[in-house]
């Protein structure tokens, strides 16, 4: 069995926390060249989304629960709290 102590398996999620999620809320910083697939919101939110396809969301209220899936390259959240899946 090969094991190598330096690079886990799944070094590709560090930093995201477990499951490869991040958690975004109004004082969150974005992340240069950071993708989502998904966007779930642990409350109601009022997001800004811009798909990496050109389709933007502006203020859009997602109530708590609700997923939005795409690629997305840019999550701002103005109040509220969600969680986005890195792709």
Same mark, same amino acid.
């Given at each position: ?7 886990? @398996? ?5 930093g995201?926390?477990q499951?490869?999620?991040r958690?975004?809320? =109004? =004082?969150?910083?974005? @992340? ?10 642990? &409350?109601?939110? #009022?997001?800004?989304l &811009?798909? #990496?396809?050109?389709?933007?969301f #502006? ?7 609700d997923?939005l ?5 840019s @999550?701002?959240? =103005? =109040?509220?709290?969600?969680a986005?899946?890195?792709?």
């Amino acid at each position: 069995m090969y094991n190598n102590i330096t690079n886990p @398996v799944n070094y590709q999620l560090q930093g995201f926390g477990q499951n490869g999620l991040r958690v975004i809320d =109004s =004082s969150f910083t974005p @992340v240069a060249d950071e993708y989502y697939r998904a966007v779930q919101a642990f &409350e109601d939110s #009022v997001v800004t989304l &811009e798909s #990496v396809h050109g389709d933007t969301f #502006v203020s859009k209220t997602i109530l708590a629960n609700d997923v939005l899936y795409g690629l997305w390259g840019s @999550v701002v959240v =103005s =109040s509220g709290s969600v969680a986005a899946y890195i792709a």
